[in-house]
């Protein structure tokens, strides 16, 4: 059963920081590119960042260049998203997305800057 759960949302003030992780299961992480989306109230989704998959390679929204992360580790199945300097724009559903042989997609989870 193929799985993608994140982790690490919350309520954040901001300039604050926090890491998102999103946990792969039930296909082979590496042969997939990964994607961390979000979507805030009354906005369509949007892309965040992407990461390739071996990692060698990734992209960013203009919006969070300089401030935000992705990484994976895939000897884990995992893929971080580290976010600095938190602003309350950043304030959305953060979701993954694993683009490869197929796509899937994980439930997200809410982020809140706010002071």
């Known amino acids: 059963q193929v799985q993608l759960v994140e982790s690490g949302g919350g309520l954040v003030q901001p300039g604050g920081s926090l890491r998102l992780s999103c946990v792969a299961s039930g296909f082979t992480f590496s042969r997939f590119a990964m994607r961390w989306y979000r979507q805030a109230p009354g906005k369509e989704r949007a892309l965040v960042a992407a990461i390739s998959s071996g990692g060698g390679s990734t992209n960013y929204a203009d919006s969070v260049k300089g401030r935000f992360t992705i990484s994976r580790d895939n000897a884990k199945s995992t893929v971080y998203l580290q976010m600095n300097t938190l602003k309350p724009e950043d304030t959305a559903l953060y979701s993954c997305?694993?683009?490869?042989?197929?796509?899937?997609w994980g439930q997200g989870t809410h982020v809140t800057v706010s002071s």
């Open positions: 997305k694993a683009v490869g042989p197929g796509i899937y």
